[in-house]
């Protein structure tokens, strides 16, 4: 079993950074593909990036040029540093982890508690 535990969030305002974190435990951690969504009061879980393992990334446009994803596999911690933070990333972030390639498809096996990300204006 996999065990996914999102933290870093908190209440910001526009223009500031926060960095997620989020530390996997259960299976190695090289095994597993990681990827962030969020999700916000009445809409679907949103992609935010995904990372594969030689490195290339992917992101929703929204957050391209603000959001970086990055892991550290010797922590078996995956991060999405935000920079640039607007009113609209307002959201619960998930990590979510997989071993096929999903990428931006919300079908990962593992997924956290999610951490709530509020961005004042």
């Known amino acids: 079993q996999v065990q996914l535990v999102e933290s870093g969030g908190g209440l910001v305002q526009a223009g500031d950074s926060l960095r997620l974190s989020c530390t996997v435990s259960?299976?190695?951690?090289?095994?597993?593909?990681i990827a962030w969504f969020r999700q916000t009061p009445g809409k679907e879980r949103e992609f935010v990036a995904f990372?594969?393992?030689?490195?290339?990334?992917i992101y929703t446009d929204s957050v391209k040029g603000r959001f970086t994803i990055s892991r550290d596999n010797a922590k078996s911690t995956a991060y999405l540093q935000m920079n640039s933070l607007k009113p609209e990333d307002t959201a619960v972030y998930y990590c979510a982890a997989d071993r096929r390639y999903l990428g931006s498809r919300n079908a990962y096996d593992y997924w956290g508690q999610g951490t709530q990300v509020t961005v004042s204006s």
């Open positions: 259960g299976r190695a951690f090289t095994d597993y593909y």
């Open positions: 990372r594969n393992r030689g490195g290339a990334t």
